[in-house]
């Protein structure tokens, strides 16, 4: 069972709901909590474990060598993303608008354009119990975070099997990282707060997620500020409210401190055991 946690902006409580909802599930299942918001990652500010694997991970780039090259400009015209380009008797590289798709690399007459590594970033394993957590980071300067979230995931569904409950911690918005995040997920929780700036974005993510084809509902956060027409517009669109967290100052005390909040905040289990029924009812019998 794979679940992203996404939103449509950010700070939101994304992380708040992933992390207390791996760490309740955890209880009585297996859970893989995986922080694919590898730009800047903090599920690892809430769960504490032991770390048991740590490596680097690269993406492939092109690597011009000028004697071989005979300047036919082909590499420019088939990169899309206009990551080499030929200038004068200069074929220039630039590794952060390479999306490794290996054009240049293997249409190059000349073999002048071979593939080599470069880093992009880390990946980190924690244990804790029942929950495994998963961490991602991406090198400063690095402009794309999409080859390292799907690496990330392929490093989850080949280290953990099918009695695993997979939980992704997205990143933010509706661009490239979120679909790569989300797009082989099962179901996906659009967290959102009850305010004009939390509905305009949950419309954005909601029409992504049609886009994607995705089964999808929404969690509602910091329920008590704002107003109702988060609530009105999903009645509207008939998505299914799973569960409203509360606002309350003791929360943000708690998340500010590095803490989990579900064994402290009676509310808030609550509000978890809504989303693991729903689990169980709506995603755990389709799967079966």
């Not at 569960?243 to 943000?252: F, L, S, T």
Request: aromatic share 8%; with cysteine; glycine share 6%.
């Amino acid at each position: 069972m794979k679940i992203a946690i996404a939103s449509g902006k950010g700070g939101t409580g994304k992380t708040t709901v992933s992390v207390n909802l791996a760490s309740y599930l955890s209880e009585n299942n297996n859970v893989v909590l995986v922080d694919l918001d590898v730009e800047e990652p903090n599920s690892a500010l809430f769960i504490k474990g032991n770390l048991i694997h740590e490596e680097d991970k690269f993406k492939m780039i092109p690597d011009w060598k000028q004697p071989e090259c005979t300047l036919c400009g082909i590499c420019q015209k088939v990169c899309n993303f206009h990551a080499v380009i030929q200038l004068g008797t200069m074929i220039l590289v630039f590794p952060e608008l390479c999306h490794s798709c290996y054009a240049c690399s293997e249409l190059c007459p000349t073999n002048a354009l071979p593939m080599i590594t470069k880093k992009m970033g880390e990946l980190k394993e924690y244990k804790s119990n029942n929950l495994a957590f998963v961490n991602s980071h991406l090198l400063i300067g690095e402009e794309q975070a999409v080859p390292l979230i799907h690496q990330t995931i392929k490093y989850v569904d080949l280290k953990f099997n099918d009695t695993f409950i997979k939980i992704y911690d997205s990143p933010p918005g509706t661009s490239c990282p979120v679909i790569e995040a989300s797009k082989d997920a099962d179901f996906v929780f659009l967290v959102t707060e009850p305010t004009p700036f939390g509905l305009h974005d949950l419309k954005l993510a909601v029409d992504t997620m049609k886009e994607l084809n995705k089964a999808f509902g929404v969690i509602i956060n910091r329920n008590g500020i704002g107003n109702d027409d988060v609530e009105n517009y999903c009645k509207k669109e008939k998505i299914p409210v799973i569960a409203k967290i509360p606002n309350n100052r003791k929360i943000a005390e708690l998340y500010s401190g590095g803490n989990l909040i579900y064994n402290e905040i009676s509310e808030v289990k609550e509000e978890l055991i809504k989303i693991e029924n729903f689990i169980k009812l709506n995603i755990f019998s389709n799967l079966t």
